[in-house]
């Protein structure tokens, strides 16, 4: 069985600095790709960040580009979703997401999902 398992959320005040991990299991993880998607309140699911697992290629959205830094630990299992500078309008829950072959930001090409961890920027 799949599973995802993000941590690392909570309260931040603006400016500061959070680091998001995702940690996987049942899956040969080194095979995987694995994004960052974040949800706002009444907002819809946006892609945030991807981490390739053949070339070790990263793509960001522009909201986080210059901000954020997604990276991997094949040994651990885990990806890791460094946060700078955080804003307010970063709070959202954010969610890992594996896929052998996802189309980047499409949300709907990924197979395997955590259930999230609350970021919350306090400005």
């Known amino acids: 069985q799949v599973q995802l398992v993000e941590s690392g959320g909570g309260l931040v005040q603006a400016g500061g600095s959070l680091r998001l991990s995702c940690a996987a299991s049942g899956l040969t993880f080194s095979r995987y790709a694995v994004g960052w998607f974040r949800q706002a309140p009444g907002k819809e699911r946006e892609f945030v960040a991807v981490?390739?697992?053949?070339?070790?290629?990263?793509y960001y959205a522009d909201s986080g580009k210059g901000r954020f830094t997604i990276s991997r630990d094949n040994a651990r299992n885990t990806v890791y979703l460094q946060m700078n500078s955080l804003k307010p309008e970063d709070t959202a829950v954010y969610y890992c997401a594996a896929d052998v072959a996802p189309t980047l930001s499409d949300s709907s090409s990924y197979a395997y999902w955590g259930q999230g961890t609350q970021v919350t920027v306090s400005s």
């Open positions: 981490i390739m697992w053949r070339t070790l290629s990263t």
